[in-house]
């Protein structure tokens, strides 16, 4: 039989449930910036590897330029 003490009951425990889901909801926010904040510094670094392999080409390249005709012939300078 429903009475209001067995509805008082069924409340408190849906009470519990409610701030339960509210504190989970509120630790997914949490951990939703830490992993965006995470996502940002990972890409950060990968294209800063892409700029560190671009000035390492762009470097080579610098040397590969500036050599003389006879330096690239074979045997051009001993």
């Given at each position: 039989?429903?009475?209001?003490?067995?509805?008082?009951?069924?409340?408190?425990?849906?009470?519990?449930?409610?701030?339960?889901?509210?504190?989970?909801?509120?630790?997914?926010?949490?951990?939703?910036?830490?992993?965006?904040?995470?996502?940002?510094?990972?890409?950060?670094?990968?294209?800063?590897c892409d700029?560190?392999?671009?000035?390492?080409?762009?470097?080579?390249?610098?040397?590969?330029?500036?050599?003389?005709?006879?330096?690239?012939?074979?045997?051009?300078?001993?």
């Amino acid at each position: 039989m429903i009475d209001l003490e067995n509805i008082t009951k069924r409340k408190e425990v849906i009470a519990k449930d409610i701030e339960t889901v509210r504190a989970r909801l509120t630790e997914y926010d949490k951990k939703k910036l830490e992993d965006t904040a995470l996502l940002n510094a990972l890409m950060g670094a990968f294209q800063q590897c892409d700029a560190f392999a671009k000035e390492l080409d762009d470097a080579s390249s610098d040397v590969e330029n500036n050599l003389t005709e006879e330096e690239i012939k074979p045997g051009g300078t001993d």
